[in-house]
């Protein structure tokens, strides 16, 4: 979708909502292999120090990366589809138009025109 149909389903908020959906999308990839990445560097740390107490609070803390990383990647997601399927035609055309997802198959649109 070019930019200037952007701006005309958007009411000049364009810009703004691709902004948006532009950090949804980085937030949703990077934050959680970020996450993930530092829980493995701690475990690679506790593992070369050979302490088994330190394995033991290395794994833990990947354990809750993990979750954590889980949880970023789903509550964007969840974020991502509801800002998909609400609003009227108009609002659902701006989003999915700056690059946020579409309302999921199977789901019910209702056109408020």
């Known amino acids: 979708m070019e ?19 532009g950090l949804f999308a980085v937030v949703k990839i ?23 107490k330190e394995i033991k609070a290395a794994t833990s803390k990947l354990t809750k990366r993990a979750i954590a990383a889980a949880a970023v990647f ?10 998909g399927i609400v609003g009227d035609s108009n609002w659902r055309s701006c989003w999915t138009g700056a690059g946020g997802s579409e309302a999921p198959s199977g789901s019910t649109v209702v056109n408020d025109d």
């Open 3 to 21: 930019l200037f149909q952007i701006l005309d389903s958007c009411n000049g908020l364009g810009p703004i909502v691709k902004v948006i959906a």
């Open 30 to 52: 990077v934050v959680p292999i970020l996450l993930l990445i530092m829980g493995a560097i701690d475990l690679a740390k506790a593992v070369l120090a050979s302490d088994d």
């Open 74 to 83: 789903f509550a964007v997601t969840i974020v991502d589809v509801i800002m």
